[in-house]
């Protein structure tokens, strides 16, 4: 079993993804960012005393660097044994872990919002594997879960999440990337009479908002990476609410590799078989500020971030403000 203490030391590794992403945010550089998450999270994780896996890497899509699919982590193993691929997670706290230690890189590089540093875990076998490609989504509030279907016209989920909240139509806001993909999303939920918000990166923490009460959001839709669907799905375990999803595929080589990691690109997924585990934990941390968390905030001699930690362990929700000191010689602490 994943003991209760490891969700808090999880959400150290997003922090310190976070605060590396944010020093290097604002130069124009992604990748740069992206690498300096990356390096400051595998450097942390590998300090954790437990077997860690990851299932779900971040970077092949665009080359970025990364935590790749397969690395051992952990101060019981992976990295401390000076060799890759070994095969020797098996014993306390052996656990698979998906991870984008820096979602929304374009935000970064920009200072945009909603840039996170963020992962999820389970026992091994826990987390979907999925491949990096594209993924339709559905998510939905509690009250509307089980009434909706992903095959369904927007026009008509729309109007059923609305009799499900007890709200007119008019009062929904409904998230989707902005890609031309993901037009005719956009077209029928401005046609059923709600509102679009629409975001040009970064559809995770969205996601987890639909579910959230005074957040704002009331449902996403459209197509995004199949990666963050699986982490967004492991957050879900964590929360009420509702989840379906597919593979996008856009060739036969998609479809081969999805069927050789187990997938089925006709099959319509919930959050329960995308995140099976019975233990699961999500941690996120802001490296720039967006409606759920707000971006770290550098000042002389620290930082402060805000995490988002959630378990089904303790079926607790967590907003966590830190405050971490680099140099006590120029930091006087104030109460």
């Known amino acids: 079993m994943i003991e209760h203490e490891l969700a808090l ?35 942390f994780l ?9 299932v779900i890497g971040e970077g092949e899509r665009d080359a970025a660097p990364m935590l790749y699919i397969g690395e051992e982590l952990g101060a019981k193993g992976g990295a401390h044994n000076g060799k890759r691929g070994r095969s020797d997670i098996s014993t306390t706290r052996a656990i698979d872990i998906a991870v984008d230690p820096l979602e929304n ?19 091994k076998n826990g987390l979907f594997h999925a491949p990096d490609m594209y993924m339709e989504k559905l998510i939905v509030p509690n009250e509307a879960a089980g009434k909706v279907k992903l095959d369904d016209p927007a026009e008509k989920t729309v109007r059923t999440v609305a009799r499900s909240l007890g709200r007119d139509v008019a009062d929904l806001v409904v998230v989707i990337l902005d890609r031309p993909r993901n037009q005719s999303y956009i077209d029928g939920v401005r046609k059923a009479g709600a509102r679009v918000k629409l975001v040009p990166d970064g559809d995770l923490m969205p996601g987890i908002a639909a579910c959230m009460r005074g957040s704002g959001v009331h449902a996403l839709m459209g197509i995004g990476a199949a990666p963050e669907g699986v982490i ?8 009420k609410g509702g ?13 081969k590799r999805l069927r050789d990691m187990g997938g089925n690109h006709t ?19 802001g490296v720039t500020s967006g409606e759920m968390l707000n971006g770290v905030d550098f000042f002389a001699g620290g930082a402060r971030t805000h995490t ?23 930091v006087e602490y104030r109460v």
């Open 308 to 330: 988002l930690v959630m378990s089904t362990i303790t079926n607790k929700i967590r907003f966590i403000n830190t405050t971490h000191i680099f140099d006590k010689t120029q």
């Open 105 to 123: 890189t374009n935000a970064t590089a920009s200072l945009g919002p909603r840039a996170i540093s963020v992962l999820a875990a389970a026992e």
């Open 232 to 239: 967004t799905a492991a957050a879900l375990r964590c929360i």
């Open 9 to 43: 030391e999880l959400s150290h590794a997003t922090e310190a993804g976070a605060i590396a992403a944010a020093r290097a945010a604002g130069f124009g550089d992604k990748e740069a960012a992206d690498q300096a998450a990356t390096e400051a999270m595998r450097a």
């Open 243 to 255: 989840m379906q999803a597919r593979f996008w595929p856009r060739d036969d080589a998609e479809k």
């Open 46 to 54: 590998n300090t954790v005393d437990f077997h860690g896996r990851i």
């Open 267 to 285: 099959k319509i997924y919930t959050q329960h078989e995308l995140a099976s585990g019975r233990e699961i934990i999500f941690a996120a941390t």
